[in-house]
């Protein structure tokens, strides 16, 4: 099944993803995360990726584009499909993923939509702390570490995004509404869009995603 999730900076695309990983073997592909990679590399890539992303702008279509189909031509296995994670996110980036997929296996079969509102998005940012080693994502309210600052997982330290800001938030808000909100559109028409509530507690949210792949 090849997946895609989509929802605004926070909305817990990542938290669901790794579910949906568990129990679906499927490929993780988070285009930020990768760009959050190569940064900690120092490759060229991350580099002119940083200026972007520390302003909370999105990075160009070309380098994006780009480096998604380059992911997607190295997986060393394929596993039962994809969840695309970050990406598309720009109508561009729908219609070069479209013609790079369509009529082929890796064609999008389903588009998870998570739904809340932008005012809760600011508490999930803010609280947000995510484990360097293994990618773990906690919040300090909401799904806190058993002791703070240290990863259940792994036992590695915590860290909180560079980008977790409530200034970064407003231009990824701007962003989300101006560029993303019309790949949804595009997917919309193709009756591919699964709309979740994803203003609940994450079990409840979980259930909702796990319901939408069902159908
Ligand atoms: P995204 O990948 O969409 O940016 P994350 O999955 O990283 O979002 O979630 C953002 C923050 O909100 C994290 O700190 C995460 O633990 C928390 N979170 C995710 N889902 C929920 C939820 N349903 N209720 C409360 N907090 C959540
Ligand atoms: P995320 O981890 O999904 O919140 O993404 C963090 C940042 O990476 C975004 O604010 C963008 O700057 C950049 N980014 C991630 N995915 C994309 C994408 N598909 N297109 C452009 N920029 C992206």
Known sequence: ?????????????GTMSAKIVEQYNVNHISTGDIFREEISSGSALGQEAKT???????????ITNAMVKDYLEHLPDLKSGYLL?????????????????????????????????FAAL?????????????GAIYHIHANPSKQEGVCDVCGSALYQRKDDTVE?????????TRQTQPVLDFYEAKGLVKHINADQPIEAVWA???GALKD
């Not at 099944?1 to 695309?13: D, E, Q, R, S, Y």
């Not at 302003?55 to 070309?62: A, N, T």
């Open 208 to 210: 909702s995603v796990v």
């Open 168 to 176: 970064s938030l407003q231009v990824r808000l701007q962003e989300y």
């Open 85 to 117: 994670d970050g990406y598309p996110r720009t109508l561009d980036q729908a219609k070069a993923f479209d013609a790079l997929s369509k009529d082929s296996a890796m064609a999008v079969d389903v588009v998870i939509a998570m739904e809340i509102p």
């Open 1 to 13: 099944m090849n997946i895609l999730i989509m929802g605004g900076p926070g909305a817990g695309k």
């Open 122 to 134: 600011a508490e999930r940012i803010s609280g947000r702390r995510l484990c360097k080693s293994c």
């Open 52 to 62: 972007y992303i520390d302003q909370g702008l999105l990075v160009p279509d070309e």
